[in-house]
């Protein structure tokens, strides 16, 4: 037998085809892809309604988002860290606080920011920014504060577009069912208040219609670093921050979806965290 027959050949793999320039766009290393989506809302908010209160306070409130993240993260990790987050709860802040001043705006995104590095435990930070920069200043100026509600219209043409656009960039980020599963459970707890309380049902759905809660669905209770890993666990979060909302509306509490997300989400995550404890302390137990 010749000393060629008797080698090993290896088969040769051909190269992994790049991705296309679509599918890159839409994947989850394209930091920019958020912060492209959540500009798209304020632009289609702002030119179909005029929602701002002014773009100088939307535009402070991103530049001290992104000024304060820069500052802890060389703090904290000494090094510059990705603007895209900080951009994302900064816009967040502009889009949804309400306030004749401007320090709210200022203030709001500093706390929402801050929270990531002084609320944390085990290393993950438990809030999502937003929702909790957002309902600290409810809790401690609400006579200044408020926050975009319904009265942003539902005229559907640009929902629809966000809601495409949206639904294919958290399908593309493998988060579409927390989304969906909280869509399903408000619509299901809206025709419930309907038959409680006697109102008309479309007054119970229409507030999901508004682009306020396309920034909550699309962003505040899908957000990677305070939801849960579990996707099975997502999805009863996620049904039980639509339940605690509902709750809440009963009561006639105007902000439902900020508290609700205020108070499940990090439940949640405090469980996960307990668990993943008991299991390291179980798993070291094991191996003396």
């Known amino acids: 037998m010749s000393q060629m027959s008797e080698q090993t050949i290896t088969p040769v793999t051909p190269p992994r085809a790049a991705p296309s ?41 991103i530049v001290v988002a ?18 895209a987050s900080a951009y994302i709860s900064g816009i967040s802040v502009g889009i949804l606080v309400r306030s004749p001043a401007y320090w709210p705006y200022a203030l709001c995104s500093a706390i929402s920011i801050m929270s990531k590095y002084v609320l944390r435990i085990k290393g ?27 009265q942003w219209g539902n005229y559907l043409l640009p929902m629809i577009v966000i809601w495409v656009l949206g639904s294919v960039i958290i399908w593309r980020l493998r988060r579409f069912h927390i989304t969906g599963i909280y869509v399903a459970s408000f619509i299901a707890f809206a025709f419930l208040r309907s038959w409680m309380t006697g109102s008309p049902w479309q007054s119970e759905i229409a507030p999901i219609t508004g682009p306020m809660y396309q920034l909550f669905i699309f962003f505040m209770i899908t957000d990677p670093k305070t939801t849960v890993r579990s996707k099975t666990w997502q999805c009863i979060v996620v ?29 949640a995550m405090l ?18």
């Not at 992104?66 to 603007?83: C, D, N, R, S």
């Not at 993950?124 to 600290?136: D, K, M, V």
């Not at 605690?244 to 508290?259: C, G, H, K, S, T």
Request: charged content about 15%; hydrophobic content about 55%.
């Open 21 to 61: 320039g679509l599918k890159r766009f839409f994947s989850l290393e394209n930091r920019y892809l958020a912060p492209i989506f959540i500009t798209c809302i304020l632009l289609a908010g702002h030119l179909s309604f005029g929602i701002l209160e002014s773009y100088k306070k939307t535009l402070l409130a």
């Open 66 to 83: 992104i000024a304060t993240e820069m500052v802890l993260g060389q703090i904290f990790y000494h090094k510059w860290l990705h603007p």
């Open 124 to 150: 993950r930070h438990i809030w999502n920014p937003s929702n909790f920069g957002i309902s600290a200043m409810l809790f401690l100026a609400p006579e200044t504060v408020a926050t975009l509600s319904i």
């Open 239 to 267: 049904f039980l921050v639509a339940l605690v909302e509902m709750v809440m509306r009963l009561q006639q509490i105007v902000y439902a979806p900020f508290y609700a997300l205020f108070i499940v989400g990090p439940a």
């Open 271 to 288: 469980i996960e965290i307990w668990i993943d404890s008991r299991r390291a302390s179980t798993a070291n137990l094991a191996t003396h």
